[in-house]
């Protein structure tokens, strides 16, 4: 059994079971309401999508990619709540399957799950993939005529062919027992697919909101061996892993093996070609030829001179390298051509370099762990051919925008508020306290309430500039594009006026979002989306009539009139989406140029009144 269950899990499903409630409802036509479970789910792959932990599509390549919450549930053999079909290499997608728990009734109190319970869950959702690679499979005889699930089971069978990766999501609403694992890896039989499963419990959810994705990494006394030098400030091991290694590595644990990665999205390029060709024709070359890794651990934990666990890891330099070797590991594991077998062979026999770097608990260094690992991203990052404005993750402005929001004072109280320019660092400059009278008076100061991530920043300003197609694509994609296209090029230090416009401006964003999700009329399992563009329309007409100042200084809406107003905004803006989007989920449709199309359009608010005189 778990020990005690942290506060902040408790919190955290407490908040979503709460949201869950004003949108559940057993007679809606949409199955992403339908169900609890279903409700779940969505808010934990938009959870998942915002972290880049799962990179869900945008607007679908040919009609094959998609994203749906749908649910089927045979009780005894058979489960799903959601899927996703995404590309995952040249001409190949990685199919998503999603399951739910149902233990605890989502009323709030978390509950804790064994190694059986888990095992069932799994088996359920395998059978469901089974059935559809079925050849006497009839997806009318088995799930109701017209359903969403009947329509998926008829795409993942229409497009096994070209399915090359599995991935079953379990997500629990509520803990996993202690000492059983969280991922597991299988191939298939005949080695047509790759098959993964990963749990997300409420830990899982938790570390998503701080920021804190990191994989334990366990070699089973099969680790390579190494090279360790001692700075006094941090250890830094050197070594080499396989290809095939690393290749099961990024099978297993998927983007999050890379989530803090600069560049781990950049996609098909020359240099992925180059990789392709150097493990298909000279393999033995590898190491020679290629940079390497650079991974940061928060432990190491060593067998004599070989690794034993990297606990807390992620790759912060060569996710470019990782996913290219993924991919023609795949393709060599089908085997389907000449090319196939030299990849299959090529990768067995290459070598990739890697650092790993940990920092030394007794380090001197003037900063957190969060911000060293930083630090050595961008370090490695700028060593290579990389564009100046992907090295974002610890700029000067982020920094400034932190140490101004810390003393700025509003007229409503005395409580500040905390910008979060690291990830992890609310937290980390708490664990600096030792006493509990200074933990309560720093809590006091910077409250849960008023602590802001720079992605939220991101998101926030987005809407208010009028982007919301890229501002509906998850924090790490809006931030990554926030930062290049208004931050990197500017040339004047932030003041601490625009630091109260930002944050009133967040301040708007944050309380129309909890109030939209307080409103039964609005309809959607998560208000963020229609939240966005709702902004979006209103600050096209308005911006510049709103006192960012006296907003700032009351922490508020200054109007019940523009609060109304807002919401009245907001519901139509959800209508309209609901009313287009067809069987799209909310959030994937809000990220397709049509969405955007459609409501600049169809969307009327000149009518609503905001309380401007």
Excluded at 51 to 66: M, Q
Excluded at 184 to 192: M, P, Q, S, Y
Excluded at 202 to 207: H, I, K, R, T, V
Excluded at 397 to 404: E, F, P, S, T, V
């Amino acid at each position: 059994m778990n020990k005690d269950i942290p506060e902040t899990c408790k919190d955290l499903f407490k908040s979503i079971c709460d949201e869950i409630a004003l949108v559940w409802d057993p007679n809606s036509e949409d199955e992403s309401r339908r169900y609890r479970e279903s409700c779940f789910v969505n808010k934990v792959a938009e959870y998942l999508s915002d972290r880049n932990a799962i990179i869900l599509p945008d607007s679908g390549v040919e009609g094959k990619e998609y994203f749906h919450v749908h649910c089927f549930d045979n009780t005894d053999d058979i489960k799903i709540n959601g899927s996703a079909l995404v590309r995952n290499g040249e001409d190949s997608y990685q199919l998503h399957l999603f399951i739910a728990g149902t233990k605890g009734g989502y009323n709030g109190s978390v509950v804790s799950f064994s190694r059986d319970e888990l095992l069932r869950l799994i088996a359920q959702l395998k059978n469901f993939f089974k059935l559809c690679k079925s050849r006497t499979f009839n997806p009318g005889k088995v799930f109701l005529r017209g359903s969403l699930t009947e329509k998926v089971a008829l795409r993942i069978r229409n497009n096994l062919d070209k399915i090359n990766a599995v991935r079953y999501w379990v997500l629990l609403p509520g803990m996993l027992e202690d000492g059983v694992p969280k991922a597991d890896r299988r191939t298939e039989k005949n080695g047509e697919r790759e098959l993964t499963v990963e749990v997300v419990d409420l830990m899982s959810l938790a570390d998503l909101f701080t920021g804190e994705i990191s994989v334990d990494l366990d070699f089973l006394h099969h680790g390579p061996k190494f090279y360790k030098h001692d700075a006094g400030d941090y250890f830094c091991y050197l070594s080499a892993l396989s290809g095939d290694m690393l290749a099961e590595m990024y099978s297993l644990y998927g983007t999050s093996l890379v989530e803090s990665n600069v560049r781990a999205y950049l996609g098909k390029n020359k240099t992925n070609s180059l990789i392709r060709q150097t493990i298909a024709e000279s393999p033995n070359n590898f190491l020679a030829y290629n940079n390497g890794l650079v991974i940061f651990a928060k432990k190491v934990e060593e067998e004599g001179d070989v690794f034993g666990k990297l606990l807390g890891m992620q790759i912060v330099n060569g996710g470019q390298t990782t996913a290219s070797i993924y991919h023609a590991w795949l393709e060599g594991q089908r085997g389907r051509s000449k090319e196939s077998g030299r990849l299959a062979d090529g990768i067995k026999i290459v070598q990739v370099p890697i650092k790993v770097i940990q920092m030394s608990p007794a380090s001197g260094l003037e900063m957190t762990e969060s911000e060293f690992q930083e630090k050595v991203a961008e370090a490695a990052n700028s060593q290579s051919a990389i564009k100046g404005s992907d090295l974002v993750k610890n700029r000067q402005y982020h920094k400034d925008l932190h140490n101004i929001a810390k003393q700025l004072i509003n007229g409503a109280d005395t409580s500040k508020w905390f910008y979060e320019c690291s990830r992890g660092l609310y937290k980390a400059s708490l664990a600096k306290l030792s006493s509990t009278p200074e933990k309560n008076k720093f809590k006091a100061q910077f409250p849960k309430d008023k602590l802001v991530q720079k992605t939220d920043i991101a998101v926030s300003q987005l809407a208010w500039l009028g982007k919301p197609l890229i501002a509906c694509k998850g924090k790490e994609t809006a931030f990554a594009y926030y930062s290049e296209h208004h931050i990197e090029n500017r040339h004047e230090l932030i003041e601490k006026d625009e630091v109260k416009a930002l944050l009133a401006q967040w301040i708007i964003f944050k309380k129309l979002e909890e109030e939209a999700g307080k409103r039964r009329g609005i309809q959607v399992t998560n208000p963020r989306t229609p939240v966005i563009y709702s902004i979006c329309l209103f600050s096209a007409k308005h911006f510049k009539k709103v006192d960012w100042n006296y907003i700032w200084q009351i922490q508020t809406f200054p109007s019940e009139e523009m609060k109304s107003g807002l919401l009245e905004v907001v519901r139509r803006v959800s209508s309209n989406m609901r009313k287009n989007m067809g069987d799209d989920m909310i959030a994937m449709w809000a990220r397709k140029p049509v969405c955007d199309e459609h409501i600049r359009a169809e969307v009327n608010i000149s009518d609503i009144d905001f309380g401007f005189n």
